[in-house]
Every structure is written in structure tokens, then in C-alpha cells.
């Protein structure tokens, strides 16, 4: 089947790629949220190392990361063994894949929702409470609803990375196709065989095309963020 | 319904050591910026935990230390005005009027009926605003809805912290009424944090004056503004404030107005025959004489007996003047005193350049 040109084996990389991101952002959203809400709004001990640890994927090479993951998550791994008794198994599963590109996306995704919460004034959760909202309805009526654009555009980077993701994601559970090759190993098999360049270039546009709409969404939604911000500073200064 | 507090707070300037009763009503925790007004209210909101309290509203004990009893904000059933507004940006008008009401599982709104919701907006005549955002309100809206929003929580007890401080004169002016209502056709008492001398003369049924975070004088509004060593809480704003009646409109663009057999002449007043207002005398424009004056301009003067002679500074006085209208004050220099040989219990007669109906200090009239 040559739909837009594209061979079967291309198609399956574009479609598991955008399955892993999308699974590995809405996955990691929740927690990516919590951790966010923590480190803005709570002090603890230990909260730099919380911090440092959740960052940490942004500066290690990814085939560190990738290694790490290996080790620990792997069938022998202290954790990956654990969970092969429940029948969940990550490496080298397309599970694998989503699980190593939450991860690197991680840190994208907790910087801009933690600066999205720290936009958030806390006296309108003090009016709310007055007004018989206990905590967990504040965040939901509030809390949430005003940092909404910065999650959504956490959310966007985070799937644009996820998309992305190579050097994890080919440590951690190689390149088999259909199972865990996403478009850029799917890119980098493709240039290690003569004559692919064509088949090599499609998946190169498709890849900047979605690269560049989730950038361009993030950026837009950042924007209007910005301008909410500006709003809420403006009549803070005209009391 | 009353509310009882005790309060004992350290802070790195100052001791915070409080105790009062608030009765049913308007109660002004009035003071200068520092002297513990905001943190008095935020513990009875719940929003500030002082190192020892006890505070009930009726017979709800919303915290006491002693028994490790602390009731969390939202639990308290408060209604709070803050100064600021903090309307929700994200909800429109509507939205933010019926907040509690929707968190409380319409528990609250069930009790704030439809009637008392549309009581409310007609009051505070915010109909026409009710799918507007509050970016896009005025200051005086905003603080409306605000009210609004604090009422319909079906609040037992309404806190206002400075919620005029934030507007011009004009907008100060639109609110005001809307507070007299409140505390005459609700039961709920109100505690209302001020430092603002015409707010208090306006509004207050009772007056906790606090400087440095202590009670320096409580009581009834009239008797705790008339009290000299109020003054140092508001010097520049110092003056009584009598109560009095609408006697008649004049032909000539005055009010009479009688405070206990004393007739008063004020520019014309929109109240109608019989209303009771309140009127404020600043002391900076009381002059004092020794004998009834004549051909002199001022229309109003209170003959009286010296009370009190209080030293203010190295060359003011403050003298209080008992009066068939109250107790008015003057304040005149020390080489007048000595001139006019003023001492406790020579009769005398207070001249004031300028009446005004409390909180409403544009209409000076000489």
C-alpha cells in the first residue's frame, strides 16, 4: 500500500511513533502535574535532589539514561523483574519505547507546567477555601483551570520530544520494526542501507512537520499564556 | 450571634495579644498599617495560624489551641472580602457569584435560594454584568461582585479586609451603601478592617481600635471616636461623630438636621424626614469660644461643658467638649487655652467650619 507515497514499513514507523509519544505524555501527565505542583509549592527536605533528579535526563547522554534504564527496568532489572511476575514486560516491548521517551520527556514537561503553577496566585486559592472549597477542589477549580495553558503546552513539548526520542529509546529496546522502531530509528536503519535515501528523506520531512507544528502550537499557546499573566499583573498593580 | 477571640501571636516587630467580642453588627478593627488588623483576620478566616487562639462564632469553637481544635477555612462558613477582589479570572461574574455554592455541593445553594440569589444581584445591581470576565470589570464592579460572592457562601460570619482601601473617592462612595445594608438587613455579624476614619464613623456599630497589636479601646462606634486617646491610631482624621435626625428641607439648600435638641444646617441631604445620619466634626475645624458667638457666619455651634484637655503636641491640644449632641472635639493650641482660660468644667461653644455627613467628607459646609 502506497499511501502518500509511503511504504508499509514507513507507515508503521510514523504510527508507532505517534502511538508511543501520545501514550508516554498522557501517561506521564499526571505525575508530570504532581511533581510540578510539589516542587512549586511545597517545601521539604530534600526537594533540590527532587528537583535535580527529575532535570537530569536533559543533560545525560541519552545512552546513559537509556543504559540505566536497561539495568533497571530490564527482565534481570530490580524493577523490570518485579513486574515480569504481573506479566509487565518494558524491554524490547513497544512499551519499552514509551516508557524511555516519558522519560526524557519528562523534564520539558515539569519545567513548563511548574512555571505555569507558579503564575498561579495563591490568594485566589485562599478566597476559594473561604468559600468552602477544601483542597483537592481548589486545585480542580482553580488551580488546574488557571495553569491549563501551561499544561497543555508542557504536554505539546513533551510529545513533540517523545517523537523524537532516539538514543534511550534504541539502548533500551533496539530498533524491531513494528515492535519499538519509531520514525528516527527507523531514519538511521533505513541511511545504513544503500539506495533508502528516498525512503530515509520522506521520514526526515515527516518528522520536521510534526516537530515544527508541535512547536508552533506550544509556542502559540505560550503566547496567549503570557498574555493571561499580563492581565493578572496589570490589575494586581492598579490596586 | 457574636464572635469571641483571643489572640496571642509573636512577630519580629511586635506581640500580637488581642482579645475581644464583636456583637452582632459592624465591627471596625481600625488602626494604623502594622498594628495587627490583617492578622486578626486571617485567623479568624483559618489563612493564619497564630501561636495561640481561641475564636468562636456563636457557640462553634473554630479553634482553640489549648484543645488542639483548629476548623480548616473552608469548613468555617465565612464570607471574605477581600481587598483585592480575587474574583476568579477564569469564571465569568455568574460563575464566581455561585462558586460556593457549587463547591459546597449545593449545600449553600440550596440555603442561598434562587430568591437570595437574585435578592443579592438586585442589591448589589449587578444584573446586567453577570457573563462579563473580571478582567474586564471596573474596580467598583469587581468589589461588588466580590460582596456578592462573599454573601451567597451563606456565610455566619462576613470578614472585609480594607475592601474600599484599593478605590478612588467615587467608587468608595458607590460600596459604602451597599455595607450599611448588609449590616442592617443581615444578622450576620461583620468584622470590617478599616484605617480609614470616615469608613468607621460611617459604618462601625462597634470600634476596636488596636495600635501595636494591642486593644487600645473598644466599644460602641460614637463612644470610641469621641475617646481623645483614640487619636494617636489616626491623628490627621481625629473628630466626633454625632448622630442625628432629619428635621427639615429648607428653601434655601439646607438640611436641618436635630442631634439631641442641637440643630444642625447641612447642604441638602438625599434622606428623607425622620432618617437618622451620622455626622462627623473634625477636630482641626472646631474653633472653641468662651461666649455665644454672633454676627459670625457659621451656622453651627454646640454649647457644651470642657471634658478633657489632652495634650497632642508641644503646641496642640485636643479638647473634648460635652455636648447635648455628644461629645465633640476641637482641637485649638495651648496659648489659646490659656487665653480663653479653658479648663474642666467652663462652658463653652464649639464652632464647626465644617459639618459632613460621615464618609462623605466632600460636602464640607462652613
Redesign the interface.
Known amino acids: 500500500m502506497m499511501l502518500f507515497g509511503f511504504s508499509p514499513a514507513e507507515w508503521q514507523a510514523i504510527l508507532l511513533s505517534l502511538k508511543v509519544a501520545l501514550v508516554a505524555t498522557c501517561v506521564s501527565l499526571p505525575l508530570g502535574i504532581y511533581i510540578a505542583y510539589v516542587l512549586a509549592r511545597r517545601q521539604f527536605w530534600g526537594k533540590q535532589i527532587l528537583n535535580a533528579l527529575v532535570l537530569l535526563p536533559l543533560v545525560l547522554p541519552p545512552v546513559v539514561t537509556g543504559y540505566v534504564l536497561l539495568i533497571v527496568f530490564g527482565v534481570h532489572g530490580p524493577i523490570g523483574g518485579f513486574l515480569k511476575q504481573f506479566g509487565v514486560v518494558f524491554a524490547f516491548q513497544w512499551t519499552g519505547a514509551v516508557l524511555a521517551a516519558a522519560v526524557m520527556a519528562f523534564p520539558l514537561m515539569v519545567r513548563a507546567i511548574r512555571l505555569s503553577i507558579e503564575a498561579v496566585d495563591p490568594?485566589?486559592e485562599?478566597?476559594?477555601?473561604?468559600?468552602?472549597?477544601?483542597k483537592i477542589?481548589v486545585f480542580f477549580?482553580?488551580t488546574l483551570?488557571?495553569m491549563f495553558p501551561g499544561v497543555f503546552a508542557g504536554a505539546v513539548l513533551a510529545f513533540a520530544k517523545a517523537l523524537g526520542e532516539f538514543g534511550a529509546t534504541i539502548t533500551f529496546v533496539a530498533s524491531i520494526p513494528g515492535q519499538t522502531q519509531t520514525i528516527p530509528s527507523a531514519i538511521y536503519a533505513l541511511l545504513q542501507v544503500p539506495n533508502q535515501e528516498a525512503s530515509a528523506l520522506r521520514l526526515v520531512v515527516i518528522s520536521v512537520i510534526l516537530a515544527l507544528a508541535a512547536l508552533i502550537v506550544s509556542e502559540v499557546l505560550a503566547k496567549r499564556f503570557e498574555r493571561?499573566i499580563a492581565?493578572?499583573d496589570s490589575?494586581?498593580s492598579?490596586? | 450571634m457574636t464572635v469571641n477571640l483571643s489572640l496571642k501571636h509573636r512577630f519580629e516587630q511586635f506581640d500580637l495579644n488581642v482579645s475581644f467580642e464583636a456583637p452582632k453588627g459592624l465591627t471596625v478593627l481600625f488602626g494604623a498599617s502594622g498594628s495587627g488588623k490583617t492578622t486578626i483576620i486571617n485567623a479568624i478566616a483559618g489563612l493564619l495560624q497564630p501561636n495561640h487562639a481561641q475564636i468562636k462564632v456563636g457557640d462553634t469553637l473554630l479553634q482553640d489551641t489549648d484543645q488542639g481544635i483548629w476548623v480548616p477555612p473552608h469548613k468555617r462558613a465565612l464570607g471574605y472580602i477581600f481587598q483585592d477582589s480575587r474574583l476568579f479570572p477564569h469564571l465569568n461574574v455568574g460563575q464566581n457569584l455561585d462558586y460556593a455554592g457549587r463547591v459546597t455541593g449545593g449545600m449553600a445553594a440550596r440555603k442561598s435560594s434562587v430568591q437570595q440569589r437574585s435578592y443579592v444581584i438586585d442589591m448589589l445591581d449587578i444584573g446586567d454584568i453577570l457573563k462579563r470576565r473580571p478582567a474586564t470589570l471596573s474596580g467598583g464592579e469587581k468589589q461588588r461582585v466580590a460582596i456578592g460572592r462573599a454573601l451567597l457562601a451563606s456565610p455566619q460570619l462576613i470578614l472585609a479586609d480594607e475592601p474600599l482601601a484599593a478605590l478612588d473617592a467615587a467608587r468608595k462612595a458607590e460600596i459604602l451603601p451597599y455595607f450599611e445594608r448588609i449590616r442592617d438587613e443581615t444578622d450576620c455579624p461583620i468584622i470590617y478592617v478599616s484605617h480609614a476614619a470616615s469608613e468607621v464613623a460611617r459604618l462601625a456599630t462597634t470600634v476596636v481600635a488596636l495600635k501595636a497589636g494591642q486593644v487600645l479601646r473598644m466599644g460602641p462606634a460614637l463612644d470610641v471616636l469621641a475617646d481623645p486617646s483614640v487619636m494617636p491610631v489616626g491623628v490627621g482624621s481625629v473628630g466626633a461623630v454625632i448622630e442625628a435626625r432629619v428635621h427639615a428641607h429648607h428653601g434655601d439648600g439646607l438640611t436641618e438636621l436635630s442631634a439631641g435638641g442641637v440643630t444642625l444646617y447641612l447642604p441638602r441631604l438625599p434622606q428623607s424626614l425622620g432618617a437618622v445620619v451620622r455626622v462627623r466634626l473634625p477636630a482641626s475645624d472646631v474653633l472653641l469660644a468662651t461666649c455665644a458667638p454672633k454676627d459670625i457666619s457659621a451656622l453651627n455651634t454646640l454649647q457644651g461643658q470642657v471634658q478633657d484637655i489632652q495634650a497632642i503636641s508641644d503646641f496642640a491640644v485636643l479638647v473634648t467638649l460635652k455636648t447635648q449632641a455628644g461629645p465633640v472635639l476641637a482641637r485649638v493650641t495651648r496659648r489659646s487655652v490659656a487665653a480663653l482660660g479653658l479648663s474642666v468644667g467652663v462652658t463653652c461653644y464649639a464652632i464647626a467650619k465644617t459639618v459632613a455627613i460621615a464618609a462623605d467628607d466632600t460636602a464640607d459646609f462652613t
Open positions: 490568594k485566589l485562599q478566597a476559594a477555601s473561604t468559600l468552602g472549597a477544601s477542589q477549580t482553580i483551570p488557571l493571561r492581565q493578572n490589575a494586581r492598579a490596586r
